[in-house]
């Protein structure tokens, strides 16, 4: 069965970086992609970008461009997401999500939706 | 501030029929797939509904999506207490190129 397996909680000073994991199984890995989305507490779903299994696309939101790299490594079927000068705003619950890649949208690379997705990992930012 | 805007709460009795709605614009609904999310407390989001109306693999037919111009609802008909939780629509936006979400529903089940 299809699993995203996400790396365990973290906690960050402001400015530091993280880097968070997800190992994917049950599923061809470079025939998909990965989303990452986060979720403040007590708040909604923010999208944050996506990747190409074999890393040769991504995409990031306009609002996370220049903060946040995606990247994913086919030997272990792993992708990774690291953001980088953290605030207090960036704690949230981080999750990886797999997603079909379409080649020929209107701006190019986009996706309809994720099917299955990471249990989540908090990242808390606080001095 | 969502691009997708959905009521903040919405609630029913046990065996009620509740809906949902989801508005968006051209770019979003209007031309793309909408997906709708079930996140129980403390978990990961779930698949209910794919492509507008297409339910997931194990979902129970109690939930139906539909999808009307540039607007989307999930209905939930035979209301269970179980299906207390945050609802999510969600479909990728064309001016903005990035995934967008609604700002979530909290269903109550009275």
């Known amino acids: 069965q299809v699993q995203l397996v996400q790396s365990g909680a973290e906690v960050k000073k402001p400015g530091a970086s993280v880097k968070v994991s997800c190992k994917a199984s049950?599923?061809?890995?470079?025939?998909?992609?990965i989303t990452w989305v986060r979720q403040a507490p007590g708040q909604g779903l923010e999208y944050m970008g996506w990747?190409?299994?074999?890393?040769?696309?991504?995409g990031y939101a306009q609002r996370f461009q220049g903060r946040v790299m995606m990247t994913t490594d086919t030997t272990t079927s792993t992708a990774h997401m690291e953001l980088r000068s953290l605030g207090s705003d960036d704690t949230a619950v981080y999750f990886c999500?797999?997603?079909?890649?379409?080649?020929?949208?209107?701006?190019?690379?986009?996706?309809?939706?994720?099917?299955?997705w990471g249990q989540g990992t908090l990242v808390t930012v606080s001095s | 501030q969502s691009a997708l805007t959905q009521p903040p709460s919405a609630s029913g009795t046990p065996g009620q029929r509740v809906t949902i709605f989801c508005s968006g614009g051209t770019s979003n609904i209007g031309s793309n797939y909408v997906y709708w999310y079930q996140q129980l407390p403390g978990t990961a989001p779930k698949l209910l509904i794919y492509r507008h109306d297409q339910r997931s693999s194990g979902v129970a037919d109690r939930f139906s999506g539909s999808k009307s111009g540039a607007s989307a609802s999930l209905a939930i008909s035979g209301l269970r207490s179980e299906d207390e939780a945050d609802y999510y629509c969600?479909?990728?936006?064309?001016?903005?190129?990035?995934?967008?979400f609604g700002g979530g529903t909290k269903l109550t089940v009275l």
């Open positions: 999500a797999r997603v079909e890649l379409r080649l020929y949208c209107p701006n190019g690379v986009c996706f309809p939706g994720a099917d299955y």
């Open positions: 049950g599923y061809t890995f470079i025939g998909y992609g």
């Open positions: 990747i190409s299994a074999h890393s040769a696309n991504r």
């Open positions: 969600a479909a990728w936006d064309d001016s903005l190129n990035e995934w967008v």
